[in-house]
């Protein structure tokens, strides 16, 4: 059955191509932001209902971040709203280990709305569509956390299971949680960055205080630095957050993509092939 599918964020990593899978399905897609037509801003409640008027079922993306102060506040007047203007289902995509996250969650599995919860690990597409790029494109990835070992999941693969569970009632009240094949460290996934572009990349191993030294120095809003500072210490800073999960073979009857193979092709994209220096 086509079904008209409201994402949210659907200009960003995962949503842009969550919209492209749903459309390339056959169904009507609509998607939102702050530069979208109509508008629509998580700040600003009145954007809602616009967004809302005639959708089946939604994708949620909160920016920057469910951990952040006011995402509660958000996520319980959209799944209201949602709920009124008559929605079957919302796939909210979490993030794996942010316990400021889940609470969002509980929001909207008490919504009265159909619902699966998706929780990600951290994206690769943080090297090269995120906060990371720029690292990479300057040859120096500087951060924190250098022993953490991280599932780094594929966003691609990360659309392709929403796309999934969006539309099929089977995963009605699932959290799917969604990871790479394996963990890796930061110092890891630079190498295969480096040898994917045959450039040199080093990764400098620093302090979490060092890091928001660099951001404050770079003029990073306060709420963003205490955003990377939760994400760094909550996330990674504890290993329980990081095991693999199998869940994108359990939807997808398919392997997630490992780090190796997301450099090489990225790679061959040219995206870091621009130099910053
Ligand atoms: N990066 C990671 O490693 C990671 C891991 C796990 C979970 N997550 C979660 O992933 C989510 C981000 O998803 P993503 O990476 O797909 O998105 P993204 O690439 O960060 O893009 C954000 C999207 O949201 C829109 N947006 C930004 N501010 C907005 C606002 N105030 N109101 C309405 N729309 C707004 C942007 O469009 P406009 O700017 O045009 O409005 C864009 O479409 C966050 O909730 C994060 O917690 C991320």
Redesign the pocket.
């Known amino acids: 059955m086509k079904n008209n599918i409201l994402v949210?964020?659907?200009?960003?990593?995962?949503?842009?191509r969550v919209a492209e899978n749903l459309e390339q399905l056959g169904h009507n897609v609509r998607v939102?932001?702050?530069?979208?037509n109509p508008v629509?801003?998580?700040?600003n409640p009145d954007t809602y209902d616009d967004a809302l008027k005639n959708i089946d079922r939604a994708y949620i993306?909160?920016?920057?971040?469910?951990?952040v102060p006011g995402a509660r506040d958000a996520i319980t007047a959209l799944t209201k709203k949602a709920l009124k203007a008559g929605l079957e289902k919302v796939v909210l995509?979490?993030?794996?280990g942010?316990t400021e996250?889940e609470a969002c969650e509980d929001i909207v599995a008490n919504s009265g709305l159909n619902y699966t919860l998706v929780?990600?690990?951290?994206?690769n597409?943080?090297f090269s569509?995120?906060?990371f790029l720029e690292f990479v494109l300057n040859g120096t990835v500087a951060l924190p956390m250098a022993d953490a070992e991280i599932p780094f999941?594929d966003?691609n693969d990360i659309a392709d299971v929403v796309s999934k569970v969006l539309v099929n009632d089977a995963y009605n009240g699932q959290t799917i949680t969604i990871t790479g094949p394996e963990k890796r460290t930061f110092k890891q996934v630079v190498e295969m960055m480096a040898e994917a572009t045959n450039k040199q990349i080093q990764f400098v191993p620093i302090s979490i205080d060092e890091f928001k030294d660099g951001m404050r120095k770079a003029g990073l809003p306060d709420s963003y630095i205490w955003l990377f500072d939760y994400l760094f210490q909550e996330v990674l800073g504890n290993p329980d957050n990081q095991e693999v999960s199998d869940d994108i073979v359990k939807v997808l009857g398919r392997p997630a993509k490992d780090f190796e193979s997301f450099a090489r092709e990225t790679a061959a994209k040219g995206v870091w092939n621009q130099n910053n220096n």
Do not use: C, H, M
Request: charged share 25%; no cysteine; net charge positive.
């Open positions: 949210i964020g659907g200009t960003g990593k995962t949503g842009r939102v932001g702050r530069k979208t629509f801003d998580w700040e993306v909160y920016a920057p971040d469910l951990a995509l979490s993030g794996k942010e996250a929780r990600a690990s951290w994206f597409q943080n569509e995120g906060a999941v966003v």
